[in-house]
């Protein structure tokens, strides 16, 4: 199912070996930026938060902006706090685009204390979903007023954020609109490939079989557009430890569902996970990616598409289908992207 591309624009009692494994951790650090600005570069700062964002932005901006992401790469994004030092990138930035529904609260504070008269903070997960499409589930109940935040995982969605950036930078830099433009049809033609890649590898799982355990509940809106289903994930609302009683509930899940693979994250490795599927005789997969792009920042690899292409075969691969579509796809890009990665 295609997403529109138009929209108006608004601103603003356990088994040990379970028991024994409750001690998942996730940590961050925050960054600074790539340097101070040259006098000379009279291009807009562009600030970012998470990797997948600065990807984006990247792809449509090419080098006609300078963009200073802020999030660490591999680091939760739920929980990051930036430090005082993020304050003077914030304050000199002409753009601030993050993803907002709740995702970056503290960072979004800190912009709003210290941007500069005239910048704008751009919220694309907030401007693309509406409300009637937010998705509230066990990592993100409703009555805590968090809706899942992540639409980026779904190669439609990022489509609408790209051309939401895409608009943004036309309204602020009109000189380079047709560049605008040309990146943005290079981006949706090779998201819209990765897609269809999708589409076509999905109709070799088994019947019945396209389901979700994972380490972090990253993929509710893929699932939704792409017709998967998400049973569980092993961190919970507060972003901790998952308590005995959650534990015992996915095992229950996993055994009546029938899942036939588990997804951890190569990023943050669950012990808990790990023993969940020992427990339940299902295989784990500790490969799929969260925020941390393929490669380093520079390489061919080490964009949004590329990231989720190899979450998506390493997922079909995982319930017993063959990621040949998605394994034979090359993306055809040739924007440069010279953004500023903290890692």
Known sequence: MALPRTRRLTRLALPLAVATALSLTACGSDSGSSGAADPADNRLIVATTVSPLTSIVAAVAGDNVRIEGIVPEGTNSHTFE?????AELLSTADLIFVNGLKLEDPTLGLARANMKDGAEIIE??????????YIFDFSFPEEEGKPNPHLWTDPTYAVEYADLVRETLTDR??????AYQANFDEFAREADRLAEAVRADQQTVPDGQLKLVTYHDAYAYFARNFDWTVVGAIQPKSFD????SEVA???EQIRAEGVPTIFGSEVFPSSVLEAIAAETGVRYEDSLRDDDLPGEPGAPEHTLLELLRSNYRTMIAGLGGNPTNLDALVFEVTVPDNAYYPQ
């Open 173 to 178: 830099d009109p000189d380079n609109a047709a």
């Open 249 to 251: 509930g996915l095992i």
């Open 241 to 244: 430890e998952p308590t005995p």
């Open 124 to 133: 694309l997960g907030t401007v693309t979903l509406p409300e009637s499409d």
């Open 82 to 86: 930036p430090q005082p030092q993020t």
